[in-house]
């Protein structure tokens, strides 16, 4: 659907151009567009390097365990049909470990292996599980401690004070997070009581 969405604005984009008799500027913004996507891309390489050596020295140190074992009893009541020792909840602390460190390049990976370890205790059912869902919510609100790759685009674009963005983006994610856990758990329990109901 997004693509078709961004299909449409481009092609809407051109029509326009052409029917003000400026398609050069639709090949102008292209090419500004496409050597500023670089720019920026290779500039961030660094900063994401950086930070994902120092979620590697965290992890070899201890300290992603250690807020592992804070965000555990959260895990648990969260995802009571996930056993505690399954390899899907070690990947899905792993994951939101990343993107509270702000590292959403790194979380990646680790949601792909927890999706798939909860699949298989989905039973290989077409349906999403109801931890499948939940993981889901957490993952695209999760709370972010310390927003890098924004800050690498600040700084990469000369700002004053690339950090001063922190305390904001920590209020609007624990907004967010919170709220996706309250409609999940919300929606979970209307749909839990029609399908008792259509029995």
Request: overall charge positive.
């Amino acid at each position: 659907m997004v693509n078709y969405v961004w299909l449409g604005m481009i092609v809407f984009g051109i029509i326009v151009a052409g029917a003000r008799g400026d398609i050069e500027t639709v090949t102008k913004a292209a090419l500004d567009g496409a050597n500023s996507a670089v720019k920026i891309s290779i500039g961030l390489i660094a900063i994401i390097t950086f930070w994902l050596g120092i979620m590697k020295l965290a992890e070899e140190a201890g300290l992603v365990r250690a807020l592992a074992w804070l965000v555990r009893p959260a895990m648990r009541f969260l995802f009571p049909s996930v056993p505690k020792d399954h390899p899907a909840m070690g990947a899905m602390v792993m994951n939101l470990s990343a993107n509270i460190l702000g590292l959403g390049n790194a979380a990646t990976p680790m949601g792909l292996i927890a999706m798939r370890e909860l699949q298989k205790l989905n039973q290989g059912r077409d349906v999403a599980s109801d931890a499948m869902c939940t993981f889901l919510a957490l993952n695209t609100s999760c709370v972010t401690l310390i927003p890098t790759t924004i800050i690498g685009i600040r700084v990469l674009y000369g700002s004053a004070d690339p950090t001063e963005i922190v305390g904001p983006t920590i209020m609007a994610t624990a907004f967010s997070m919170a709220v996706a856990v309250v409609v999940d758990r919300v929606l979970r329990f209307f749909y839990n009581s029609r399908q008792q109901q259509g029995r």
